[in-house]
């Protein structure tokens, strides 16, 4: 976009109010009718496009149970009962500390359809951020129309198109929550306001958990530091700071205890250097103005990733001259694009850190609000036909890239191609014409056509479509003869995938928590390592069929079978991967309790006590009184030898469990809970108690960082500049920037 002369932005906004809140909320809510209109006809086509993947796997079940928990008084730190993907505090994409998350938790106890709020929840989450992004590009002094035009491209990215918003819940809303930190941190930097909005936003973004949001705010702040060095205003620098020790202290609350645990994890820390799944290269991202462009090194159910935004050709029109000398209030957003782009561009696995393509959405957002922001600074009024030329060398740069490297895609990649040609020509021609005013309408119009030709050839998400029920009430209704705590053998996913019956009646991952029902085959992305590989149950809940005779195996150390150690009173057998006799024969002490299509469910005719409980004693020790609940289980020794003697509880032993009396050992099997009890134990009531590593620290940065957040933005609102601000802003027929 181009900036008019400055006189003619003085005449419009004296006859308009343009840079006004009356004028900022008009532009903003144009974005969000724009954009929601888009994805609103998304639900024409499949108005289960917001149900894909991990939706329905993960994050609903998720949403759902700590809801439960939460309307009950029961926050938890664990899930005994859930065993290898039961840490909660661990897992951080639970959002255990997010008001954010807790608040759609709450929703999805009482919301009887899951897809209504499931969508309602998605498109919130782009409105708040399509307004984020104005207010972020406004606060770069940029016109209401440069910011609306970045404002509506920025959720079309192919990412966020094809994974974030259809699969991906935790990745929107890092995403959503992202500019709206950025802003405050700007806000409270530049013009040394009241730190709340800044402080309130980070915090939602870090305690969402999911990392790559706090690697971004840790982007934006150093941005921010970066305009401070650059105005040489210390005090700004410190402001910023102090956001970033608050805000680093709710890191360490959230991420920590993950931290900690992952000596135990299955969570691979490897070194990928380039290629593999969700990577991409500079050429793939060079190609990324076309809707369809591709993802090298992948297959074609992947080509929309790649999408960055169909204006950034008219980068090209940028006065250069005039950018060299006038570049530094941009630059931090140059940082923050510029990191964006090496991370995204970078190794596809560092650490526990892996597929950076990930982090499109983000460099999208830098892209569009760096094209906006230059575009109204130092754009050329009329830019010379030579540079359109280059930009149309870049259009035709990105067709041939599409179709060498997807070459079947060819008429998508022609449409594309056409669109984006014509748009940049048509743009070109009204700034050559004077016809300014034009220009956020066409971008709005163009976008919405890219995202509709973006669509009409990939219309449906790559992520796995498992057919899970929306209703909450099918999932309450399953299984209603099972006792205990449950445990599915064999694999549903694919069988969900192609069987629309069989996903009704077999929930995947964490849709086991919308049953009701203690299981074990509730999704992670964590997994406890010796508990995975004993019983081979993956990250989704599958197991293989060979877990059933490893249940009725005998551990070595203390004579009983595996399925007594685990307190499984209920076991759900898949139909598919099991001979038919044997599933009619249980083994002694069981029986054939319910049938289904697809399913045979085993129960026990005499239950055993749930997760948490004692499952074994030693010989010559006897316990009473057990009692059990999330975090704690206690019972009183009857009986010790003098020599001590060992208790075994139907618990996972995570890093962070203690107990009262003896001292724990080394797990037996490689992973229960075990207590050594002395001869003195005798007579005692002992309590093993479970807090997340280092828990101490963590709750006691937590109470800082908010104790301290709230004196300062307290602190500001009570000064005389916060004073006059609150005048100002009740003060009728008020003009102010939205930066």
């Known amino acids: ?231 040489r205003d210390r005090a700004a620098a410190l402001r910023v700071l102090g956001a970033g020790i608050l805000l680093g202290l709710v890191a360490l609350t959230v991420y920590l205890p993950g931290v900690l645990t992952s000596s135990v994890s299955d969570r691979s820390s490897a070194f990928t250097p380039f290629g593999g799944k969700f990577s991409t290269d500079p050429l793939a991202l060079i190609a990324g103005v076309l809707p369809t462009s591709s993802v090298p090194n992948v297959s074609s159910h992947l080509l929309p990733y790649a999408y960055l935004a169909w204006l950034l050709p008219t980068a090209l029109w940028i006065d250069w001259g005039r950018a060299r000398r006038a570049w530094r209030p941009l630059g931090g957003l140059i940082v923050v694009t510029v990191v964006t782009l090496a991370i995204v561009d970078g190794p596809s696995q560092l650490g526990p850190l892996r597929w950076p393509l990930r982090l499109a959405p983000f460099l999208v957002t830098g892209l569009v609000v760096l094209v906006a922001v230059a575009g109204s600074r130092f754009g050329l009024a009329r830019p010379s036909p030579r540079r359109l030329a280059l930009s149309m060398g870049w259009v035709v740069l990105a067709a041939l890239l599409a179709v060498v490297r997807a070459s079947s895609e060819w008429r998508a990649h022609l449409c594309a191609t056409a669109l984006v040609a014509g748009a940049i020509v048509l743009l070109w021609w009204l700034l050559r014409t004077g016809r300014r005013s034009w220009l956020a309408p066409v971008a709005g119009v163009v976008t919405l056509a890219a995202f509709g030709v973006q669509h009409a050839f990939f219309p449906t998400p790559p992520s796995p479509q498992r057919n899970a029920p929306t209703e909450l009430s099918t999932y309450q209704a399953l299984y209603p003869d099972a006792v205990g705590d449950l445990l599915q053998v064999g694999a549903t996913d694919v069988l969900d995938r192609t069987d629309p019956g069989a996903a009704r009646q077999l929930p995947i991952g964490s849709g086991w928590y919308l049953t009701g029902l203690p299981a074990q085959n509730t999704y992670t992305a964590v997994s406890q390592r010796v508990y995975k590989y004993r019983y081979c149950v993956y990250y989704q809940g599958d197991t293989c069929p060979q877990l059933l005779d490893t249940l009725f195996t005998t551990e070595p150390t203390t004579g009983t079978k595996r399925v007594d150690l685990l307190g499984v009173s209920s076991l759900l057998l898949i139909r598919q991967d099991f001979p038919a006799r044997r599933l009619r024969h249980p083994p002694a002490g069981w029986q054939v309790a319910e049938h289904t299509p697809y399913a045979v469910l085993w129960t026990r005719r005499t239950p055993v006590p749930r997760a948490g409980h004692v499952a074994w004693t030693s010989p010559g020790t006897m316990v009473s009184s057990v009692q059990a609940d999330a975090t704690s289980t206690t019972f009183r020794v009857d009986r010790v030898p003098a020599g001590g003697g060992m208790v075994v509880l139907s618990l996972l032993d995570w890093p962070g469990y203690s107990t009262s009396a003896g001292s724990l050992g080394d797990p037996v099997d490689g992973y229960l809970v075990t207590v050594h009890l002395p001869a003195s134990a005798q007579g005692e009531s002992v309590e093993v108690a479970f807090d997340p590593p280092g828990w101490t620290a963590e709750v006691a940065a937590w109470v800082l960082a908010l104790l301290g957040g709230a004196l300062w933005s307290l602190a500001a609102a009570l000064s005389p500049t916060g004073r006059a601000g609150w005048r100002r802003w009740r003060r009728p027929g008020r003009r102010t920037s939205a930066g």
Not at 18 to 32: C, F, P, S
Request: net charge negative; with cysteine.
């Open 1 to 231: 976009m181009t900036r008019p002369p400055v006189s003619e932005v003085s005449e419009v906004s004296e006859v308009s109010g343009v840079g006004g809140v009356r004028t900022d909320a008009r532009w903003a809510g144009l974005a969000v009718l724009t954009v929601l209109v888009g994805l609103g006809l998304l639900l024409v086509g499949d108005h289960h496009y917001y149900w894909y993947g991990d939706t329905p796997a993960a994050y609903y079940g998720w949403w759902y149970h700590l809801g439960d928990l939460v309307r009950h008084g029961h926050w938890a730190t664990l899930d005994p009962h859930a065993w290898r993907s039961g840490n909660i505090a661990a897992e951080g994409q639970w959002g255990l500390w997010s008001p954010l998350t807790i608040g759609i938790g709450l929703l999805a106890t009482v919301v009887p359809d899951m897809l209504v709020l499931t969508v309602a929840v998605k498109l919130a989450l782009v409105a708040a951020a399509v307004v984020g992004i104005y207010l972020l590009v406004r606060s770069y002094d940029a016109p209401p129309a440069a910011a609306y035009v970045a404002a509506v491209l920025a959720p079309m990215g192919g990412m966020t198109q094809y994974l974030d918003l259809p699969s991906w819940a935790a990745g929107e809303m890092i995403w959503a929550l992202f500019p709206w930190a950025w802003w405050g941190l700007r806000r409270t930097m530049l013009r040394g306001a009241n730190p709340l909005p800044a402080l309130a936003a980070g915090y939602l973004l870090v305690s969402v958990g999911y990392v790559f949001g706090t690697i971004m705010l840790v982007v934006a702040i150093a941005a921010c530091l970066v305009d401070c060095y650059l105005t």
